[in-house]
T-cell receptor
Framework: NAGVTQTPKFRILKIGQSMTLQCTQDMNHNYMYWYRQDPGMGLKLIYYSVGAGITDKGEVPNGYNVSRSTTEDFPLRLELAAPSQTSVYFC??????????????FGEGSWLTVV | AQRVTQPEKLLSVFKGAPVELKCNYSYSGSPELFWYVQYSRQRLQLLLRHISRESIKGFTADLNKGETSFHLKKPFAQEEDSAMYYCALSGRTGNQFYFGTGTSLTVIP
């Protein structure tokens, strides 16, 4: 199993550009998450999904969009990139949100800089 | 609202010394608490969870509901314990996990 795979690993964007961070998992997990981590800060939840076709906002959803057309994929779209979106982005997944299945598996992270 | 607080950003201990990484939380109800770890050049991974009441790599953590704490402890630190440690909380309802800001542990040889 590859686990959670996210691409690209590094990207520099100009202000106002758009891009999509790709995330896929091969563990047949129902739950998927996007977090961002700013320097010296904890991980903040951007969006999450409890299954294909269902997405919901986390703590910091503004400026982002997601979709979940399949169980495996959970892309994160940045529209009109702003310097405040410079961060490290982590995609993650879990089988469930409670009980023994709520171990979160993380991707390696995507470093995004907006200039 | 800050749900998970890790007061120490950096922590250094000598090899063989005890180590304690602090974690305090605020949550009404009964949360689940976790410790995640990120070793150099590796991805974040689960270290342990409070409901398992297990020791992983010599680390233990006890949930203290009175003090709303979930401190991570190891009696004798090893060099390979050097990593970034994150405390995390999941509510009994809802589908969100909340992470602390992390503590970078360095074990000095």
């Amino acid at each position: 199993n590859a686990g959670v795979t996210q691409t690209p690993k590094f990207r520099i964007l100009k202000i106002g550009q758009s891009m999509t961070l790709q995330c896929t998992q091969d563990m047949n997990h129902n739950y998927m998450y996007w977090y961002r981590q700013d320097p010296g800060m904890g991980l903040k939840l951007i969006y999450y999904s409890v299954g294909a076709g269902i997405t919901d906002k986390g703590e910091v959803p503004n400026g982002y969009n997601v979709s979940r057309s399949t169980t495996e994929d959970f892309p994160l779209r940045l529209e009109l990139a702003a310097p405040s979106q410079t961060s490290v982005y982590f995609c993650a997944s879990s089988y469930s949100s409670k009980g023994a299945g709520n171990t979160i598996y993380f991707g390696e992270g995507s470093w995004l800089t907006v200039v | 609202a800050q749900r998970v607080t890790q007061p120490e950003k950096l922590l250094s201990v000598f090899k063989g010394a005890p180590v304690e990484l602090k974690c305090n939380y605020s949550y009404s109800g009964s949360p689940e608490l976790f410790w995640y770890v990120q070793y150099s050049r590796q991805r974040l991974q689960l270290l342990l969870r409070h409901i398992s009441r297990e020791s992983i790599k010599g680390f233990t953590a006890d949930l203290n509901k009175g003090e709303t704490s979930f401190h991570l402890k190891k009696p004798f630190a090893q060099e390979e314990d050097s990593a970034m440690y994150y405390c995390a909380l999941s509510g009994r309802t809802g589908n969100q996990f909340y992470f602390g800001t992390g503590t970078s542990l360095t074990v000095i040889p």
